[in-house]
Each structure stands twice: as C-alpha cells, then as structure tokens.
T-cell receptor, first 113, second 114 residues
Framework: NAGVTQTPKFRVLKTGQSMTLLCAQD?????MYWYRQDPGMGLRLIHY???????AKGEVPDGYNVSRLKKQNFLLGLESAAPSQTSVYFC????????????FGNGTRLTVT | AQSVAQPEDQVNVAEGNPLTVKCTYS??????LFWYVQYPNRGLQFLLK??????LVKGSYGFEAEFNKSQTSFHLKKPSALVSDSALYFC????????????FGDGTTLTVKP
C-alpha cells in the first residue's frame, strides 16, 4: 500500500518556467490538500479539494493552480515560477475531512533560481 | 479564524526523562486537535488526535496528549524519552465547518540526548 505518492522528489526551475507537481493516493480518500513548508513557518495550505472535480483556495493560493480530474490525483501547477516559491511542497489526503488525520506524501523540494 | 502556537522552537531532554512539547490553540467552535511528527526528508506522520471524550489521548510510540479546554492547550507528552524520538513535531487544529482544513503550528524540534 503506497499511500500518498508525490512526483518529482526534487526540481530546480528558472524564474518564469512552469511545472506541475503530481500527487497520487491509493486510499480512496475524498479530501486532498497541497501545503508548502518553509523554515520556521510550519505548513501553509495552498489549495484543497473535497472531492473529484472540486477545488478551493487555501491560505496562500496566489501563483498556483490545481486540478482534481480523478479522485486519486491532485495536481499542483506553477504557471510562472518565482524565487518566492522555493519551498518544500507536501500533498496530503484524508478520508472524512474534519475528524480524520492527514496522510502525507514525502514532499517535493523545489528551488526557483 | 483558527490558529496554533508552539511557543518553543526547540526542546532538549535527556534520554529516559519525561518530555513535554507545548501547544496552544485558538478557534471559534469546538476544536479538533492533532499531533504530527516529521523525520528528516519525510512527510508528516500522524501521532494522535483529540476529537471528543476523554481529555487524555494516547497515540503512537508511547506518546500522549492532554486536552485542556480552559487553558486552550494540547501538550504532547511522553514519560520516558528515547533518542529515536528526536524529530520535528507539529500541532494542528481544525473545526468541523471548514472542510478539514488544518492549521499548523510552526513546529518544535525535539532533541533527545543519550
């Protein structure tokens, strides 16, 4: 049972380039989330989804877009990367939302130069 | 709005001693509280949660936490620390009206010395 899988694990982008981060979960979870982790700032929610075909903005959505075309996948896109988007990105999923713990992937370390 | 504070960036304890990692929260409504642990280059792993009921909850690896409504706290504890407990610990809070959106504290680095 793989749980939550994130690809790629590492990526270096130049300012202005675009990329897509892929998150896949095999637990049939309804809820999926994208967080970014920066030193000393904990985790901040970028976007989330409460089910297939739905997306919503989190705390820091600017500069990012998401899609949830299939229940098991949640994609995070950066259309024009900026150095401020250098971070570690975590995808998470949960079965029921409010009373369920989050299951995290191992993260994608993104550097924008 | 909901928020979480972890007042200590770092906690150092000797192996075999009890440990406490502090967490306080602020929410409108009933809180649902979680502790997660993160090892280097890994995602967060769930340790324990408080939803309702007994204020003392037990979780993985011998950890426990006590919910204190009057002090709005949810401190993580372990009676006897292990070197392998050294990691980054996060407290998180959510309420049942916000689609499971968790708000995390900034994290506390626990170092257990032999």
């Amino acid at each position: 049972n793989a749980g939550v899988t994130q690809t790629p694990k590492f990526r270096v982008l130049k300012t202005g380039q675009s990329m897509t981060l892929l998150c896949a979960q095999d637990m049939n979870h309804e809820y999926m989330y994208w967080y970014r982790q920066d030193p000393g700032m904990g985790l901040r929610l970028i976007h989330y989804s409460v089910g297939e075909g739905t997306t919503a903005k989190g705390e820091v959505p600017d500069g990012y877009n998401v899609s949830r075309l299939k229940k098991q996948n949640f994609l995070l896109g950066l259309e024009s990367a900026a150095p401020s988007q250098t971070s570690v990105y975590f995808c998470a999923s949960s079965s029921q939302g409010w009373n369920s713990p989050l299951h995290f992937g191992n993260g994608t370390r993104l550097t924008v130069t | 709005a909901q928020s979480v504070a972890q007042p200590e960036d770092q906690v150092n304890v000797a192996e075999g001693n009890p440990l406490t990692v502090k967490c306080t929260y602020s929410v409108s409504g009933n809180p649902y509280l979680f502790w997660y642990v993160q090892y280097p280059n890994r995602g967060l792993q769930f340790l324990l949660k408080y939803i309702t009921g007994d204020n003392l909850v037990k979780g993985s690896y011998g950890f426990e936490a006590e919910f204190n409504k009057s002090q709005t706290s949810f401190h993580l504890k372990k009676p006897s620390a292990l070197v392998s407990d050294s990691a980054l610990y996060f407290c998180a809070v959510m309420v049942n009206t916000n689609a499971g959106k968790s708000t995390f504290g900034d994290g506390t680095t626990l170092t257990v010395k032999p």
